[in-house]
T-cell receptor, first 112, second 116 residues
Framework: SQTIHQWPATLVQPVGSPLSLECTVE??????LYWYRQAAGRGLQLLFY??????ISSEVPQNLSASRPQDRQFILSSKKLLLSDSGFYLC???????????FGSGTRLTVV | AQSVTQLGSHVSVSEGALVLLRCNYS??????LFWYVQYPNQGLQLLLK??????LVKGINGFEAEFKKSETSFHLTKPSAHMSDAAEYFC??????????????FGAGTRLAVHP
Protein backbone atom coordinates (compact mmCIF):
# COMPACT_ATOMS: atom_id res chain seq x y z
CA SER A 1 0.00 0.00 0.00
CA GLN A 2 0.98 3.59 -0.47
CA THR A 3 1.91 5.55 2.62
CA ILE A 4 3.57 8.83 3.49
CA HIS A 5 5.61 9.48 6.61
CA GLN A 6 6.55 12.78 8.21
CA TRP A 7 8.70 13.40 11.24
CA PRO A 8 8.97 14.71 13.78
CA ALA A 9 5.35 15.29 14.75
CA THR A 10 6.16 18.30 16.92
CA LEU A 11 9.22 20.48 17.22
CA VAL A 12 10.15 23.48 19.35
CA GLN A 13 13.21 25.34 18.13
CA PRO A 14 14.88 28.61 19.18
CA VAL A 15 15.19 31.51 16.77
CA GLY A 16 18.36 31.23 14.71
CA SER A 17 18.63 27.45 14.96
CA PRO A 18 18.65 25.14 11.91
CA LEU A 19 15.73 23.02 10.77
CA SER A 20 15.35 19.71 8.99
CA LEU A 21 11.96 18.08 8.38
CA GLU A 22 11.78 14.82 6.52
CA CYS A 23 9.08 13.25 4.40
CA THR A 24 9.20 9.82 2.79
CA VAL A 25 6.68 7.93 0.69
CA GLU A 26 6.32 4.20 0.23
CA UNK A 27 4.54 2.06 -2.32
CA UNK A 28 4.86 4.43 -5.24
CA UNK A 29 7.53 5.57 -7.65
CA UNK A 30 8.34 8.91 -9.23
CA UNK A 31 5.76 10.84 -7.24
CA UNK A 32 5.33 14.59 -7.36
CA LEU A 33 6.09 15.82 -3.85
CA TYR A 34 4.91 18.99 -2.13
CA TRP A 35 5.54 20.96 1.05
CA TYR A 36 2.70 23.08 2.38
CA ARG A 37 2.60 25.35 5.43
CA GLN A 38 -0.47 26.14 7.46
CA ALA A 39 -0.09 29.14 9.72
CA ALA A 40 -2.43 29.60 12.67
CA GLY A 41 -5.94 30.45 11.48
CA ARG A 42 -4.93 30.46 7.85
CA GLY A 43 -5.23 28.16 4.88
CA LEU A 44 -2.53 26.07 3.26
CA GLN A 45 0.27 27.76 1.39
CA LEU A 46 2.31 25.78 -1.14
CA LEU A 47 6.02 26.24 -0.36
CA PHE A 48 7.86 23.83 -2.65
CA TYR A 49 7.15 21.12 -5.15
CA UNK A 50 9.37 18.52 -6.79
CA UNK A 51 8.80 16.42 -9.88
CA UNK A 52 11.99 14.35 -9.53
CA UNK A 53 15.32 13.84 -7.80
CA UNK A 54 17.16 17.12 -7.45
CA UNK A 55 14.30 19.08 -9.05
CA ILE A 56 12.87 21.68 -6.69
CA SER A 57 10.61 24.61 -7.44
CA SER A 58 9.86 27.32 -4.92
CA GLU A 59 6.49 28.99 -4.80
CA VAL A 60 7.28 31.89 -2.50
CA PRO A 61 10.52 33.56 -1.39
CA GLN A 62 11.27 32.69 2.18
CA ASN A 63 13.74 31.52 4.75
CA LEU A 64 13.30 27.87 3.86
CA SER A 65 14.75 25.50 1.28
CA ALA A 66 13.88 22.02 0.07
CA SER A 67 15.84 19.08 -1.30
CA ARG A 68 15.02 15.75 -2.87
CA PRO A 69 18.03 13.48 -2.54
CA GLN A 70 16.09 10.29 -3.39
CA ASP A 71 12.99 9.52 -5.41
CA ARG A 72 10.77 9.09 -2.38
CA GLN A 73 12.43 11.49 0.07
CA PHE A 74 11.67 15.20 0.43
CA ILE A 75 13.41 17.39 3.00
CA LEU A 76 12.51 20.87 4.21
CA SER A 77 15.36 22.88 5.73
CA SER A 78 16.39 26.18 7.14
CA LYS A 79 19.80 27.47 8.21
CA LYS A 80 18.37 29.99 10.69
CA LEU A 81 14.78 29.86 11.85
CA LEU A 82 12.65 32.97 12.27
CA LEU A 83 9.63 33.41 14.52
CA SER A 84 7.51 33.67 11.39
CA ASP A 85 8.50 30.13 10.40
CA SER A 86 6.20 28.73 13.08
CA GLY A 87 3.33 26.72 11.69
CA PHE A 88 2.05 23.32 10.69
CA TYR A 89 4.03 21.78 7.85
CA LEU A 90 2.46 19.18 5.61
CA CYS A 91 4.07 16.98 3.01
CA UNK A 92 1.99 15.55 0.16
CA UNK A 93 2.49 13.33 -2.85
CA UNK A 94 0.75 12.72 -6.12
CA UNK A 95 1.46 10.08 -8.72
CA UNK A 96 1.29 11.04 -12.37
CA UNK A 97 -2.24 10.67 -13.70
CA UNK A 98 -3.84 10.88 -10.28
CA UNK A 99 -5.27 14.26 -9.47
CA UNK A 100 -5.70 13.54 -5.79
CA UNK A 101 -3.06 14.37 -3.20
CA UNK A 102 -2.20 12.26 -0.17
CA PHE A 103 -1.01 14.17 2.87
CA GLY A 104 1.27 13.22 5.71
CA SER A 105 0.27 13.72 9.32
CA GLY A 106 2.16 17.00 9.58
CA THR A 107 4.82 18.59 11.78
CA ARG A 108 3.89 21.30 14.27
CA LEU A 109 6.86 23.70 14.42
CA THR A 110 7.06 26.34 17.11
CA VAL A 111 9.92 28.80 16.94
CA VAL A 112 10.60 30.50 20.28
CA ALA B 1 -4.56 31.44 -12.50
CA GLN B 2 -6.74 29.35 -10.21
CA SER B 3 -8.21 30.42 -6.90
CA VAL B 4 -10.74 29.23 -4.35
CA THR B 5 -13.02 31.23 -2.09
CA GLN B 6 -14.72 29.59 0.87
CA LEU B 7 -17.57 31.69 2.19
CA GLY B 8 -17.66 31.66 5.96
CA SER B 9 -14.58 30.90 8.02
CA HIS B 10 -16.80 29.46 10.77
CA VAL B 11 -20.07 27.56 10.44
CA SER B 12 -22.10 26.27 13.37
CA VAL B 13 -24.95 23.78 13.10
CA SER B 14 -27.01 21.67 15.44
CA GLU B 15 -26.60 17.91 15.51
CA GLY B 16 -28.95 16.43 12.91
CA ALA B 17 -29.19 19.64 10.88
CA LEU B 18 -28.10 20.16 7.29
CA VAL B 19 -24.46 20.99 6.71
CA LEU B 20 -23.68 23.39 3.85
CA LEU B 21 -20.13 24.60 3.28
CA ARG B 22 -19.70 26.95 0.36
CA CYS B 23 -16.89 26.96 -2.18
CA ASN B 24 -16.49 29.05 -5.30
CA TYR B 25 -13.60 28.68 -7.66
CA SER B 26 -11.94 30.57 -10.43
CA UNK B 27 -10.18 28.72 -13.19
CA UNK B 28 -9.18 29.55 -16.76
CA UNK B 29 -9.25 25.84 -17.67
CA UNK B 30 -11.68 23.07 -16.74
CA UNK B 31 -11.04 22.45 -13.07
CA UNK B 32 -10.64 19.45 -10.89
CA LEU B 33 -12.08 20.16 -7.45
CA PHE B 34 -11.58 18.58 -4.05
CA TRP B 35 -12.84 18.75 -0.50
CA TYR B 36 -10.51 17.79 2.35
CA VAL B 37 -11.18 17.52 6.07
CA GLN B 38 -8.65 18.22 8.81
CA TYR B 39 -9.02 17.19 12.43
CA PRO B 40 -6.90 19.03 15.06
CA ASN B 41 -3.18 18.49 14.65
CA GLN B 42 -3.64 16.00 11.85
CA GLY B 43 -3.02 15.93 8.14
CA LEU B 44 -5.69 16.38 5.50
CA GLN B 45 -8.03 13.58 4.50
CA LEU B 46 -9.72 13.53 1.12
CA LEU B 47 -13.52 13.67 1.40
CA LEU B 48 -14.38 13.70 -2.29
CA LYS B 49 -13.20 14.89 -5.67
CA UNK B 50 -14.65 16.05 -8.96
CA UNK B 51 -12.62 15.07 -12.02
CA UNK B 52 -15.05 15.79 -14.87
CA UNK B 53 -17.26 12.72 -14.51
CA UNK B 54 -20.62 13.02 -12.71
CA UNK B 55 -21.35 16.52 -11.44
CA LEU B 56 -22.80 15.20 -8.18
CA VAL B 57 -20.00 13.58 -6.25
CA LYS B 58 -20.45 11.41 -3.20
CA GLY B 59 -17.71 11.08 -0.66
CA ILE B 60 -16.96 9.52 2.67
CA ASN B 61 -18.91 10.03 5.90
CA GLY B 62 -22.13 10.91 4.06
CA PHE B 63 -20.82 14.07 2.40
CA GLU B 64 -21.51 15.05 -1.18
CA ALA B 65 -20.81 18.01 -3.43
CA GLU B 66 -22.22 19.26 -6.69
CA PHE B 67 -20.17 20.87 -9.42
CA LYS B 68 -22.05 23.77 -11.00
CA LYS B 69 -20.12 25.28 -13.85
CA SER B 70 -22.57 28.14 -14.41
CA GLU B 71 -22.14 29.23 -10.79
CA THR B 72 -18.44 28.25 -10.52
CA SER B 73 -19.36 26.51 -7.30
CA PHE B 74 -18.60 23.25 -5.56
CA HIS B 75 -20.54 23.37 -2.30
CA LEU B 76 -20.25 20.57 0.25
CA THR B 77 -23.35 19.20 1.92
CA LYS B 78 -24.42 16.57 4.40
CA PRO B 79 -28.10 15.99 5.22
CA SER B 80 -27.63 15.39 8.93
CA ALA B 81 -24.67 16.64 10.98
CA HIS B 82 -22.98 14.43 13.52
CA MET B 83 -20.82 15.57 16.41
CA SER B 84 -17.86 13.80 14.81
CA ASP B 85 -18.14 16.10 11.77
CA ALA B 86 -16.67 18.98 13.76
CA ALA B 87 -13.42 19.79 11.95
CA GLU B 88 -11.91 22.17 9.43
CA TYR B 89 -12.83 21.73 5.80
CA PHE B 90 -10.82 22.84 2.81
CA CYS B 91 -11.90 23.23 -0.78
CA UNK B 92 -9.16 22.98 -3.40
CA UNK B 93 -8.71 23.30 -7.16
CA UNK B 94 -5.97 22.08 -9.39
CA UNK B 95 -3.88 24.52 -11.33
CA UNK B 96 -1.91 23.55 -14.39
CA UNK B 97 1.41 25.34 -14.66
CA UNK B 98 4.35 25.26 -17.06
CA UNK B 99 5.68 21.80 -17.72
CA UNK B 100 2.27 20.20 -17.49
CA UNK B 101 2.38 19.48 -13.78
CA UNK B 102 -0.45 20.49 -11.56
CA UNK B 103 -0.55 21.95 -8.09
CA UNK B 104 -3.39 22.09 -5.60
CA UNK B 105 -4.66 25.52 -4.59
CA PHE B 106 -6.56 25.65 -1.31
CA GLY B 107 -9.21 27.92 0.08
CA ALA B 108 -8.75 29.48 3.51
CA GLY B 109 -10.85 26.77 5.14
CA THR B 110 -14.14 26.62 7.04
CA ARG B 111 -14.26 25.48 10.62
CA LEU B 112 -17.43 23.49 11.30
CA ALA B 113 -18.80 23.34 14.82
CA VAL B 114 -21.60 20.92 15.70
CA HIS B 115 -23.52 21.51 18.91
CA PRO B 116 -26.02 19.23 20.65
Amino acid sequence: SQTIHQWPATLVQPVGSPLSLECTVEGTSNPNLYWYRQAAGRGLQLLFYSVGIGQISSEVPQNLSASRPQDRQFILSSKKLLLSDSGFYLCAWRTVGNYGYTFGSGTRLTVV
Amino acid sequence: AQSVTQLGSHVSVSEGALVLLRCNYSSSVPPYLFWYVQYPNQGLQLLLKYTSAATLVKGINGFEAEFKKSETSFHLTKPSAHMSDAAEYFCAVTARFSGGYNKLIFGAGTRLAVHP
